[in-house]
């Protein structure tokens, strides 16, 4: 049996304009499984009708940094970020590409128009071990480009809470931190808010075993809460 894809329907408009602080466009640019690809500025007018008037458009890899910044240029009300993701370190330190390619990700980084970079940060739900190492290494090297060119650190943290605040606060956190779909429990949504970190909640928050996530949430000083797609 064929399964078909659609964009669900668009939401009744929000009671006030908010900024979605982490889409990843390119993807539906790219398509689902080769099938339905709208114009991001078809995506941006939609999210526009239903007061979303700003998008930070998040890199992942050298070609979506570049796609970021490509579409920051064309669309004023979206703002970019550049970086590696962690997953995607260990694949370009197996080719022997990694230095090139964060190389890559500081020459875009000096555009005016990228604000963040990111996401970066440490993933061990999907990598082994043997990989960790090259995800910290360019984790560091993230953090000291964010500093470097007083951009925002936007980290991507999966199942390594307190490795990635322990290589944050060795390295020396960048003036501006925002843990991107925060997965952290009330305990490190203290530490984050202690340091003044952003703290940005998806739609996981609604998933009925997200119990503790909601306890977390309820620590969040609103001055430090950010909301993401």
Known sequence: MTRTF???TAPE????TVIDSHTHLDVYDRSLHGELQPD????LEQARAVGVDRVVQVGCDVNSSRWALEAANRFPNV???VALHP???PRLAEKGQLQASLAQIAELANS???RGIGESGLDYFRTPEAGRAAQHESFRYHIDL?????????IHDRDAHEDVISVLLDQGPPERVVFHCFSGDAAMAHVCASHGWYMSFAG???????VALREALMVVPIDLLLVET
Request: glycine share 2%; charged share 20%.
């Open 6 to 8: 659609t964009w669900p």
């Open 13 to 16: 408009p929000l009671r006030g």
């Open 40 to 43: 991001p500025s078809e995506l």
């Open 79 to 81: 703002v970019a970020t």
């Open 87 to 89: 997953n995607e370190a």
């Open 112 to 114: 005016p128009l990228v």
């Open 146 to 154: 964010a500093k470097r060119l007083d951009k925002t650190l936007v």
């Open 204 to 210: 996981v928050i609604t998933f009925k075993n997200s």
